[in-house]
Each structure stands twice: as structure tokens, then as C-alpha cells.
């Protein structure tokens, strides 16, 4: 179907600032100044996202696990239903993006949107500085706005994705990748500079009585946002266990991922 859009929003959650990026470079892409729902912080994502009939939505997210972070599924399920015009984004740590891609699809499609574009761009891995080194880096911000572009064009026409095209193999349902893994973290007491940046930005808000000292464990999703934002380097993983396990996923994901995106074939040339 095509679409009259009258309003653009985008809406990401992006702890490390990867996927915050790729949505950004994608919303150039689209020439759009569009309305931003950011959904990392708890204090946003208890405000109601009210959305246009016809509204166009660019969802961006992080894979975690194979799959979506559980409070971004949670939010996805409570949006208003309507037939309006969505691009579905993932962003996963050269490791892989598994069925996140497709759960994000499926979330979208109970909610009555039509998927007219998908991605799965890759950003530099919330556990390591080794894995996805410095990315999206300017080739993946440029094919992030190319894909922008190719929305754009999308939203005149009546194509949309199909779900066999994001099901790699016969699989109906989505493979379950297990919960992320808990995660243990030290702090250096003299590198700490009690600046509290990653109580500010801890998306779940783990840390007790918002001491940078103690992270509730209950609460922590394990997105290293305290690792990746801290300035002084003062937060690091303590668990021998985890960091072998990081050190297999470095091994093995040697080889830069390119992104994948999912857009009718041959577009017409952008008109701009
Ligand atoms: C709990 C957790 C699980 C993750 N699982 C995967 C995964 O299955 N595959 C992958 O390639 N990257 C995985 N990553 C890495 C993130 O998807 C990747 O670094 C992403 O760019 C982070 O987005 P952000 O910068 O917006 O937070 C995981 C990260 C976390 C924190
Ligand atoms: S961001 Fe780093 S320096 Fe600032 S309070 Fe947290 S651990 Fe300490
Ligand atoms: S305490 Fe846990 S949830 Fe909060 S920023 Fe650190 S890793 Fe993320």
C-alpha cells in the first residue's frame, strides 16, 4: 500500500550509542527531520508513545542474545495498532543478529504496521573494543543513509518485506538464544572519579541508591553501558568465565560483518 506520510519518527534504545548512530545515519538518509523516541533511559520509556494515523516509524534496536532486549519487546507489544508504514533495524556485535531481526518483524506486524524496509547494521560489540572495532564506522554510516534513501522510495510504492525474506531456513517459530548472560563488574577505586555518568545512564537504573559503587544484580541487563561510557576506564568485567567467552566470540568473528538490508529490488532512481 502507499503511503501519505505526514510525520516521521524514529525509536531506538541504544545503551553503548551504536544503534543511536545507525538510526540517525539512516534518518539523513531519509531527509527527514524526524521526531526521536529514545527509549534507553527508564524515565522515556514510561512516557506513551502516541503515534499518527499514517505516521512513518523507523524502529532501531540491539540484538541481545540472538534476539531483542526484553524491555524493548515489552514496549512493542503495548504500542497502538495501525496500518502505518515501519522499518524494522537491528544492530548486533559481528557475532551474528540471529532471529532478532525477525522478532522484531513479527512485533511489528501484530501491531497491524506494514514492514516496508529491514536492516541489520553492525556496531562495535557492548563486551569488547576488538569485536565490530570503532563501527559503524563511515562505510556503515554511508550505507545506513543509502538504505535511508531506499525508504524513502519504499513509501511510495506498495512493496513491503516479506517474512520468508528475514527467515533464513524453514523455522516459523523464533529459537530461543537464552537470557543474556549475568554479568560481574569491578570498579577501580582510584580510576573512579565519582563523576556518576554511568548511574546517569544505566538504562535500568541498577545502581543502589545511585552509588557508582553497587549494581544491584537483579536489576543489571548486562548492556555495558557503565563499561563503554565511563571516561577514566574505571569499570571493567571481573568474571574469568565471561572474559574467556568474549575472547572465543573475538576468535571466531575475526572477519567484518557487512550490513544487510532488505529493500525491493531495483529502485527506481531517488528523485530526492
Ligand atoms: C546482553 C548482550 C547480548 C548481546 N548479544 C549479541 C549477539 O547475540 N550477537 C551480536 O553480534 N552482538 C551481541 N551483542 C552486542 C550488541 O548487539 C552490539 O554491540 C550493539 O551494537 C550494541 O548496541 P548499542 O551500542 O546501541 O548499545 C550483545 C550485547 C549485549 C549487551
Ligand atoms: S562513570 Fe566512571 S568515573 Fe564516573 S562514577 Fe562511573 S565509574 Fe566512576
Ligand atoms: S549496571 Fe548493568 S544495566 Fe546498568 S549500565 Fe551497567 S551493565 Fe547496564
Not at 499518527?52 to 524502529?59: G, S, T
Request: with cysteine.
Amino acid at each position: 500500500m502507499a503511503h501519505q506520510v505526514i510525520r516521521n519518527t524514529i525509536v531506538y534504545f541504544s545503551p553503548t550509542g551504536t544503534t543511536r548512530t545507525v538510526a540517525k545515519s539512516i534518518a539523513q538518509g531519509l531527509a527527514i527531520n524526524p521526531r526521536e523516541f529514545d527509549l534507553t533511559l527508564s524515565t522515556e520509556r514510561t512516557k506513551t508513545l502516541l503515534l499518527d494515523e499514517a505516521e512513518f516509524v523507523l524502529f532501531a534496536f540491539p540484538v541481545y542474545g540472538g534476539r531483542l532486549p526484553g524491555l524493548v519487546r515489552e514496549f512493542l507489544v503495548q504500542l497502538p495498532k495501525g496500518r502505518r508504514p515501519v522499518a524494522a533495524v537491528v544492530v548486533y556485535g559481528n557475532v551474528g543478529y540471529g532471529d532478532a531481526l525477525l522478532e522484531l518483524y513479527d512485533l511489528c506486524v501484530n501491531r497491524d504496521y506494514e514492514v516496508k524496509a529491514a536492516a541489520a547494521f553492525v556496531g562495535e560489540h557492548s563486551y569488547s573494543h576488538v569485536l565490530g572495532r570503532d563501527r559503524p564506522n563511515s562505510a556503515d554510516k554511508e550505507s545506513a543513509r543509502v538504505f535511508g534513501v531506499g525508504i524513502r522510495q519504499t513509501l511510495f510504492g506498495n512493496w513491503a518485506v516479506a517474512r520468508e525474506a528475514l527467515a533464513r531456513g524453514p523455522k516459523s517459530q523464533l529459537r530461543n538464544y537464552g537470557i543474556p548472560p549475568s554479568v560481574n563488574f569491578a570498579l577501580r577505586p582510584h580510576a573512579c572519579e565519582a563523576c556518576r555518568l554511568c548511574v546517569r545512564n544505566c538504562p535500568v537504573g541498577a545502581f543502589q541508591n545511585g552509588d557508582p559503587k553497587i549494581i544491584d544484580p537483579g536489576k543489571c541487563i548486562a548492556c555495558a553501558a557503565c563499561v563503554k561510557l565511563c571516561p577514566h576506564n574505571a569499570r571493567t568485567f571481573a568474571d574469568d568465565d565471561f572474559l574467556d567467552e568474549v575472547a572465543m566470540m573475538v576468535a571466531s568473528n575475526a572477519e567484518a560483518k557487512r550490513p544487510a538490508t532488505f529493500l525491493p529490488p531495483n529502485l527506481p532512481e531517488y528523485m530526492g
